[in-house]
């Protein structure tokens, strides 16, 4: 059986009475209109209102405009480029200015070289874009006591969210983008996720039958993070999620007492996103194995299978990091699923963009979001909220974990992803490297590495946040500008041997070297490692790149009392440099008694970069 762990924590935040009036439209209330003060216009008032003095007139083929504009004393300002016989014309300079433009219109009608004319109008257009009623997005909803869904558009002062309102202005919403949560179950009925629900791409692989609802009490983490991604946004119900009008489904596995087999996790993997059925674009994950240095080869193979037919996977990076008691697995390198090169591992911040003190770190660790959110729970008492953490026993305040980060970038995915169709993950890497925001730039934490590092492409990488903070207004934007990432390249090594002692006690540690011939644009490398030693947790490893940066791959852990290690290391630290050269890699031994041998190791690079319209790349610089 499989020990997987939600990536969750809800913070307690009070009992609170629910008094304060909803509201339901972005921004402040404004006070109503003083009808007294208005005035009517006729619709002739209206008109004359955004009139300007210029006629559009489609002339008969061969007419020439210039002549016609000479004959009526106007001036030619352009020829329309849908119809090169339709000309705008200036009519200040008209003989009889007393005549009203209706009564220009009618005269110049008559000439035979006309077919037909029309008075030109200034027009106020509206944009369409989506904007929520949803009664608890605002800043001090239910009441003055609340940050309303801040993490989406921040009202609360400190600038920290993940950029939603330009997406949703341009009416990117994640319609038509199928967002499956593989996680404990679903409230299908849930008035804040059934809008949107998706049966036909939902499956219960814990219990073998279509409906994914939550099977035990303890059932609620699924609800809780669907929400974040996809609460159905402008039904003035609750909450809106970051993908407000986005298809959801859940693939449900079990958790508890009977916890899923890999068989059952890798089945979700790929259910509905291989092979004929590719239905489902996004699937989150916000959950972990328990167990550091594990390997799961099915579903390994699984998520490499999905995403190689367009699926992206989210995952949580974890919840390890604890100050005064680390998890092994506080470095997400030492975690299966999230150093794969086929995720996106999110890590969370608060509200002043500082890494959560649980958040756990990496070179794998891709881009970080919000976390300590307003999102969905399970109804009534059925909850884990039932009314003591927010007013309305539906939702939950304040809930923590990696878990809600995920699902964040899971939704911003997909505004992205309806932007532009041909978005995978490779597709939304090379996005998130170039349009993510940092925070916390004074950052110089042991788990960062010492903070943020601009490689030798000009990408800042940073192990605490990734690229940084997931911004969907440049995401989209730039995802219309591009048309996919290139073709993927590789070079790998081969196993080398080396039998060479690693040095104990030593920061010095032991230097080994590689080469890599290809010069195309680097997006991650990979490191195995195999090595002998009685007590892992007394080492760390780290690359540097023929440029000169360099990325710790994984940090020691004194908790770690694994023996031995056979390893696949991932780093994104070097994201665009030319991988060409000789690479150098170091195993540092950090305390006594306990000694090891590097027995062999072997790299992979991974090569690639973003496409424009014309197929021309876009390389790391531009």
Known sequence: ????????????????????????????????????????????????????????????????????????????????????????????????????QAERKAKIETDKRVRKAFVNHRLKLVKYGFTPNDPYFHHNTPTSSYDGEWHLINEIGTGIDVRVEDAWDAD????????????????????????????????????????????????????????????????????????????????????????STEADVADADMYHSSGANKSIKIKNHSYGYSEPWYDLPLERTALATSAAAGTIHVFSAGNGRYPSDPAVTADANKAMYQNLPEVIAVAAVDQDGIVKNYSSFGACVFVSAPAGILTTDRTGSAGDNAGLYFPDSNYIDGAEGTSFSAPIVSGVLALVKQAQPALDVRFAKHLIVRCSDVVDPNDATTESGGGWKTNAAGFKFNENYGFGLINAKKLVAMAQECTGASMLRTESTGTIASGASIPDNSSTGLTVHFAIGQAAPLEEMVVTLNITHTYIGDLEAYLTSPRGTT?????????????????????????????????????????????????????????GYLMTPTAAPLLPYE
Request: hydrophobic share 40%.
């Open 172 to 259: 990117f919403t994640g319609s038509g983008v199928v967002l499956a949560t593989v996680d404990d179950g679903l409230q299908i009925d849930h008035p804040d996720l059934s809008p949107h629900y998706r049966a036909a791409d939902s499956w219960n692989f814990g219990a073998n039958i279509a409906d994914p609802s939550p099977a035990t009490s303890v059932d609620t983490h699924g609800t809780m993070t669907a929400g974040a991604a996809a609460a159905a946004g402008g039904n003035s119900v609750g909450i809106c999620g970051a993908a407000p009008l986005a298809s959801l489904s859940c693939l449900r596995l079990d958790f508890n007492t009977n916890p």
């Open 1 to 100: 059986m499989l020990h997987l762990i939600n990536y969750m924590r809800a913070t307690a935040v009070g009992l609170l009475i629910f008094t304060g009036a909803l509201l339901c439209a972005r921004g402040a209330v404004a006070a109503g209109p003083n009808k007294a003060a208005l005035t009517r216009l006729s619709q002739q008032e209206k008109a004359a209102a955004t009139e300007l003095p210029e006629m559009v007139v489609e002339l008969e083929p061969g007419a020439d405009p210039e002549q016609f504009a000479a004959d009526n004393g106007f001036t030619l300002v352009r020829r329309m480029r849908s119809n090169p016989n339709a000309c705008v014309f200036n009519t200040t300079k008209a003989p009889s200015p007393q005549l009203t």
């Open 551 to 607: 990325s710790r791959l994984f940090i020691a852990n004194a908790q770690d009392a694994t023996k031995n290690l056979s390893w696949t290391l991932l780093s994104n630290a070097f994201w665009g440099e030319d991988p060409e050269g000789t690479w150098s890699l170091n195993i540092r031994d950090l305390a006594r008694q306990d000694t090891g041998t590097l027995v062999s190791y072997s790299a992979t690079a991974r090569m």
